[in-house]
Every structure is written in C-alpha cells, then in structure tokens.
C-alpha cells in the first residue's frame, strides 16, 4: 500500500502541476477556447496509459507460467530503467519545469490549438506510462491483497488535491526537496523491483543460486513479511544473488543521486 501510495502520489501530482501550470498560462493569456483542447490531451494519455495497464495485465494471463514468470522479469528490469532516469531527471528539472512548460505553450499558443492538446498529450502521457508500467510490475510482487488497490487510489487522490491547492496558491509546495525525497523513496521501490525481477530470472533458471537465500520468511501474518513485501518485493524469501544486486543497485544511485562525495584519504607519514 505505501508503494503504490507513493509511486501514484509522486506521478500524478507531477502530472497535476503540469496540466495547473498550462491551464493557468492559458487562462491568463485568455486563450480558454483552448481549454478544450487541454482537456482533451489529458483525457486521451489517461485513457491509453490505463489501456497500457489492461494490456499488460491481460497478456501475462495468456501466458504459461514460466512465460509470465520471463515477462514479468523482462518488465520488471524496464521499469528499474525508466524509473531510474525520471527520477534522475526530474531532480534536474524540478526548478525549471514551471518555466519550460510555459515557454512550450507559448510556442503551442502561437502554432494552433493542436499544439496545445499536443504539448499536454505528451506531458501527461509520459507519467501516465510510466505509472502504469511500473504499477503492473510492482502489483506482480504482492500477493492478492485489496490494500495495493487502496494505495494507488489514495495517492491518485492526494496528488489531484495537491495539484488543485497549488493551483488555487493555497499550498507552496518545495519542488525540489519533494521531489529528492520522493527520489529516494522511488530508488529503494525499484530496488525492489529489481529484486523481484533478479528472481523471476533465477525461477527460469536463465540466472544460479535460485535455492542460495539470505533468509526465508514464513507464510503467516507478521510485520516482517509485510515490511519485505512493501519495501523489498519479496513476499517470503530473498536470494543471495537478488540480495547483491539490490544493495549494488542501492548504494550506487543513492550515491550519485544524493552526490555523496567520498572522503579525502591522507596519507600519513
């Protein structure tokens, strides 16, 4: 729940900032006819980033087990990628982003209304993708459970509200610290995703150590299980080789991310 909470709330608030941020430049440049066609944009990314999510979602239930179980895997290292970069280059664009989506539509403005619908289509779409692309790939490490369920539409909720309240400048939102906290959290989320996908390809035996495990947790009800199922991805056991790989993939982005510098060794006489 608390992944998919903040995986939803992180992704739509950026989209919500992005469709506040144009409507109000068109608003204040009374250009509403072209309103429409801003709503129009959002309207069509929502809908092919929700059909993405039903494609996914019913393409791995035509496939054999050990097929979805390769799938799975497959989407689980595109999504380490994609997150990896939006994280990196939103903590780049965060300052910006205001000011960039603006000059975009005063250019859009002076093209034609399709401009606009096109400017906010592809703004929108891109973390529309990306969110369900992840979600489906982070869904696969969870057991049945409603409260995944709940999380995303928690966050969906929470970011629309925010995105209103910055819009109406009932809220000041620091973009920049948001977003290197969200970063970090997003890091050990797909450092989950990750591990889950490092064992999908060890259950398919394309990768060793399939029965190496750094610990096995039991099936019952317990903090534990739930901690590693949210946080981790793993629902009962964790590899030695995932486990590697995590810390690996961890250690060095938080590392570049947060521009740890190494301390200055001195040599001593």
Not at 35 to 63: E, N, T
Not at 108 to 121: H, S
Not at 185 to 206: D, R
């Amino acid at each position: 729940m608390i992944s998919t909470l903040l995986i939803t709330l992180r992704e739509g608030l950026e989209a919500s900032l992005i469709i506040g941020i144009i409507y109000s430049y068109l608003v204040k440049n009374s250009n509403k006819r072209a309103v429409i066609y801003l709503w129009l944009g959002v309207g069509l990314a929502v809908a092919i980033s929700l059909l993405i999510g039903v494609v996914l979602s019913i393409f791995s239930k035509v496939l054999s087990l050990k097929a979805e179980e390769l799938f799975v895997a497959v989407t689980s290292l595109i999504v380490v990628v994609l997150v990896t970069w939006m994280v990196f280059w939103m903590k780049s664009h965060a300052n910006g982003i205001a000011v960039d989506l603006k000059n975009k539509t005063d250019n859009a403005i002076k093209i034609g209304n399709m401009a606009i619908f096109l400017v906010v289509f592809f703004a929108v779409i891109r973390e529309g993708v990306e969110t369900a692309i992840f979600l489906f790939a982070k869904l696969k490490t969870f057991n049945q459970s409603f409260l995944p369920v709940i999380g995303i539409g928690s966050g969906l909720t929470l970011a629309i509200l925010l995105g209103w309240l910055v819009y109406k400048r009932s809220l000041k939102i620091n973009l920049k610290a948001f977003f290197r906290l969200t970063g970090i959290a997003l890091i050990f989320i797909a450092g989950g995703v990750l591990m889950h996908g490092v064992s999908e390809l060890q259950s398919y035996f394309l990768l060793p150590g399939v029965e190496m495990l750094v610990w096995e947790i039991s099936k019952g009800n317990n903090l534990l299980k739930y901690f590693v199922e949210a946080i981790l991805g793993f629902s009962n056991s964790v590899s030695v080789l995932a486990f590697i790989i995590y810390f690996i993939y961890i250690l060095v982005t938080l590392t570049i991310f947060l521009k740890v510098k190494p301390p200055k060794l001195q040599l001593v006489d």
